[in-house]
């Protein structure tokens, strides 16, 4: 069974950095793309940026575009997201997810077939 495993969140003042991340553990499985999305108290789940898992190509959402970077790990089979320039309205839990094989549109949580249990990000002001 596999899981992926979120860890690096916790509280930055506005305008500090975190560094996330998304381990995978279990058995090996082929990933077509990773993701992670964010989710505030009361709102949905929000797409925040993808990398493609043979190339790196990546995609971001224009709410962090600028202010974030997610990359991999291929050989420690992690993927990172680094996120700079905080503000408050960025406080939420941040989840990793893996999509398996290659879809139409990657930015909606219904593309992804495994998720993380999410790592909390509070940002004060």
């Known amino acids: 069974q596999v899981q992926l495993v979120e860890s690096g969140g916790g509280l930055v003042q506005a305008g500090g950095s975190l560094r996330l991340s998304c381990a995978a553990s279990?058995?090996?499985?082929?990933?077509?793309?990773m993701g992670w999305f964010r989710q505030a108290p009361g709102k949905e789940r929000e797409f925040v940026a993808r990398?493609?898992?043979?190339?790196?190509?990546?995609y971001y959402a224009d709410s962090l575009k600028g202010r974030c970077t997610i990359s991999r790990d291929n050989a420690q089979n992690t993927v990172v997201l680094q996120m700079n320039s905080l503000k408050p309205e960025d406080t939420a839990v941040y989840y990793c997810?893996?999509?398996?094989?290659?879809?139409?549109?990657?930015?909606?949580?219904?593309?992804?077939?495994?998720w993380g249990q999410g790592t909390q990000v509070t940002v004060s002001s």
């Open positions: 997810a893996a999509v398996f094989s290659p879809k139409r549109t990657m930015t909606k949580p219904l593309a992804y077939d495994l």
């Open positions: 279990g058995r090996t499985f082929s990933r077509y793309a």
């Open positions: 990398i493609r898992w043979i190339d790196g190509n990546t």
